[in-house]
């Protein structure tokens, strides 16, 4: 009964590669995100789809492409992978895109690119 | 520019002393306040909010916050540490529809 959950947990690739991180969430909530952890633990909002819309959209390579086929559902497709690349992504969820409301966070995704 | 702040990257106690981690914030609006714990490997819980109402706000695991809006701060508190409580601490502040997270304060406590 994960609220919200990823796969996958961990994603070793090499440069160059194509790759998918999805995320779903079974609070029913409207909003979804992702952010970026660095090595130096720093997060930092990349996305945001609210009802299927992209709301927030930050200074990210046009390589990151989100996709929301449902409200339930936000996926994140990275092209052509760079070292730099590499980082936790987290997924979260909250209720609307309300200023107070929590957002709840999946497990993390710790993507490696060799 | 909007900002967080979260004062020492690493905070030390001894089991059953005290614990406070601090923050502080930019905003020339009231601010939205959030306390957000990760343990080792996993996602970040909520452990506090402030939107609006009492300054002082409890959360899980015997930790609470004080918003001071003249001091711009949310220091997080807890009266007695415990071995459980070792981890990465995050504040944030909503700014918009934005979630600003401060670098992280990580707790260890010592026995």
């Known amino acids: 009964d994960t609220a919200v959950s990823q796969t996958p947990k961990y994603l070793v690739t090499q440069m160059g590669n194509d790759k998918s991180i999805k995320c779903e969430q079974n609070?029913?909530?409207?909003?979804m995100y992702w952010y970026k952890q660095d090595s130096k633990k720093f997060l930092k909002i990349m996305f945001s789809y609210n009802n299927k819309e992209l709301i927030i959209n930050e200074t990210v390579p046009n390589r990151f492409s989100p996709k929301s086929p449902d409200k339930a559902h936000l996926n994140l497709h990275i092209n052509s992978l760079e070292l730099g690349d590499s980082a936790v992504y987290f997924c979260?969820?909250?209720?609307?895109?309300?200023?107070?409301?929590?957002?709840?966070f999946g497990p993390g995704t710790r993507l490696t690119v060799l | 520019a909007q900002s967080v702040t979260q004062l020492g990257s690493h905070v030390s106690v001894s089991e059953g002393a005290l614990v406070l981690l601090r923050c502080n914030y930019s905003?020339?609006?009231?601010?939205?306040l959030f306390w957000y714990v990760q343990y080792p490997n996993q996602g970040l819980q909520l452990l506090l909010k402030?939107?609006?109402?009492?300054?002082l706000v409890k959360g899980i695991n015997g930790f609470e916050a004080e918003f001071k809006k003249s001091e711009t701060s949310f220091h997080l508190t807890k009266p007695s540490a415990h071995m459980s409580d070792a981890a990465e601490y995050f504040c944030?502040?909503?700014?918009?529809?934005?979630?600003?997270f401060g670098a992280g304060t990580i707790l260890r406590v010592k026995s």
């Open positions: 402030y939107t609006t109402g009492a300054t």
């Open positions: 609070l029913g909530h409207d909003t």
């Open positions: 979260a969820s909250s209720q609307d895109a309300g200023v107070t409301d929590t957002q709840y």
């Open positions: 944030a502040v909503k700014y918009g529809n934005k979630l600003v």
């Open positions: 905003s020339s609006v009231p601010p939205y």
